[in-house]
């Protein structure tokens, strides 16, 4: 397996597009829309905190917004392979199996990098991720 970190606190694109998830998820279960844009700012916080996001493909969408393009198209496969309910730029419906998907992927690259699962906690309490 590759490793995660290519220089310190750089994560890669599975790790990165795993924590915007689970923190999207979090959102969803309390009741709040997410959509595309809400995901990459999850991105972006990580980024303002020191959490290098560079290997994920970010953008400026039509409306001004930051767009991940390697979000988009997780999402769009994850759609098809039914682990999501539904997929529009505005919205997101998530499935147990995304959860999982996310979860099983962190650990994953985590279970022999105790330097990595350390950055991890890390971003997830930068997320407030609750999972």
Known sequence: MATAIFEKNLLNTPLLIALALLKGIDQAKRGSIVNIYTLTEHLLVLKNEGIGIDRASM???????????DLDLFLTEEEMYGNLTHYHL???GFTPQTELACLTTIQDYTA????LEALISCARAILGIEQ
Do not use: K, L, N, T
């Open 90 to 92: 505005d919205s997101v």
């Open 59 to 69: 953008a400026i969408h039509a409306y001004g917004q930051y767009y991940c393009r």
């Open 112 to 115: 022999d990098d105790p330097e």
